[in-house]
Structure formats: C-alpha cells, structure tokens
C-alpha cells in the first residue's frame, strides 16, 4: 500500500487548502483513513478520520474549519482546511489503516503565513 499526499503550500492567514492523498495497492473494502500533521519540535497529531463507510471525526480544534472527505472508487481522501492560521503550519500526513496494519504517506508541508 503505498499513499501520496499532495495539496500544501503557502498560503495567508484566513485562507484555504485542500489537501488530498491517493491510496494504490491492496486497498481493503473495509478501511479507514485519516489525517495528521506535526508541527516543527512537537508530536505528530491526528486532525480527522474517515471510515469507507463515509463516518468523520474530528479533533475539536479543526472541527468546523476542517472537512474530510473520500471518494472510496478512486482511493482518495481529502481534507479541506478553511480559516487557516499560523499555528496550523505543519507537515500533514495521512494514513490508511485495514487488517490490522497503518500505512503512512510521507506528507505535505503547509504554511501559514502573511
């Protein structure tokens, strides 16, 4: 399984990015993806989560500027971030989990930033 995030860059406090990852491989019907980040000098943690069956959780500080979204027949997941601030830079990962195993991406990095 391999997953390839794409979407970061730079861009001005109050603005948006869509980040999205594509999943290739052995990709179970049953799965769930979901996105981190980890800033520079703190831990990586975990923003949304998706199930195939189309269930969203949110960590409570993106909730209401950040969307997951999948589109199961393609193997892709999204996060829409709106609002961004400078606390949000960090490099976002995603993940992919099934069968018992977590595959990650290797990320993508997003700053905020005037």
């Known amino acids: 399984v391999q997953l390839v995030e794409s979407g970061g860059g730079l861009v001005q406090p109050g603005g948006s990015l869509r980040l999205s990852c594509a999943a290739s491989g052995s990709i179970f019907r049953n799965n769930a993806m979901g996105w981190y980040r980890q800033a520079p000098g703190k831990q990586r943690e975990w923003l949304a989560a998706i199930t195939s069956a189309g269930s969203t959780n949110y960590e409570d500080s993106v909730k209401g500027r950040f969307t997951i979204s999948g589109d199961n027949g393609k193997n892709m997941v999204y996060l829409q971030m709106n609002s961004l601030k400078p606390d949000d830079t960090a490099v976002y990962f995603c993940?992919?989990?099934?069968?018992?195993?977590?595959?990650w991406g290797q990320g993508t990095q997003v700053t905020v930033s005037s």
């Open positions: 993940n992919l989990g099934q069968a018992g195993q977590i595959y």
